[in-house]
């Protein structure tokens, strides 16, 4: 006879992959149409020139572009393919899934329509992403960040010179439209037995791990923000869904920490950093790892 907890592992594994194969789906659909569709020279004319412009652009579009924590990393891969530059590319990555209409409203209605943890959500998300752009923008200039990357960097809208000569030969429009589906499926088989492995992780940790040893931990102010960090790094809940679970936790830990726990999870948790490191190279995930705690974990002692 099975173990009881092998039994809710699985479970939990499966909920974990139903909850999230439908947003991996559009994402590497979307990374597909950005392949086929989207040209360099579309890349160079609409992206800011300057580098605080280029940071607040990728910002801004994350947050009105509805995605998944799953889905927006070949999304940003893709996006980094065509020439935007790291620094634009990641900001976008990290609001996407927080500060978009959906996730927003989830807050909002989870925490009986009150207004404060919403608005605290979003602002923390677009300071965390906004700081950690600039970051970027200092420490990998002109430094290639993709796995099996070619030239992205010289198609940066930042190198003038290579972004004006870059061309894409004529492609008709049904070619087009078959290799967005080629570019899907590709993606997905490439990132998808990261998920699987993600989603195997989580539900051994959700399983083993248990609760009431992290709420012991989390007593302070700094703890209990690490502990609600570290739960939802572990859970890997879709942003969508997680502030219901979330608001269960109003009893027991301080508001910044359950922010904290809504912010980090949908930055970082073990089926998201998986992708990552299957995406980019390894300098810029663990550099992703460390700046988002600090500046989630500093964020959240202000709330």
Known sequence: MLDKSFLQMNTVFISILIEALPFVLIGVL???????????????????????????????????????????????????????????????MLTGPIINPVVLFSTYVAFGNRWEVMIYRGSLAM???????????????NVKVLKNELDAVSRSPFNNETAATVSTPKISFYNKLKGT????????????????????????????????????????????????????FILSLCSEADAFIASSFQSTFTIGSIVAFLVYGPMLDVKNVLMMLAAFKKKLVVSLVVYITILVLVGSLFL
């Open 127 to 141: 300071i965390v992403a906004v700081l950690l752009g600039f970051i970027l923008a200092v420490q990998f200039k």
């Open 181 to 232: 589906f080629v570019h899907a499926v590709e993606e997905f088989f490439s990132v998808g037995k990261y998920l699987v492995i993600g989603a195997l992780i989580a539900a051994s940790m959700q399983t083993y791990v248990k609760t009431s040893t992290l709420l012991e931990i989390g007593q302070g102010e700094v703890s209990s923000s690490l502990v609600m960090m570290g739960l939802a």
């Open 30 to 92: 979307i990374a597909g149409v950005i392949q086929m569709f989207v040209t360099e020279e579309m890349v160079a004319r609409i992206m800011p020139k300057n580098k605080i412009g280029a940071v607040l652009f990728g910002a801004v579009l994350g947050a009105i572009f509805p995605a998944c924590e799953c889905g927006i990393v070949p999304i940003t891969r893709k996006l980094i393919e065509k020439g935007v530059p790291v620094f634009a590319a990641i900001p976008f």
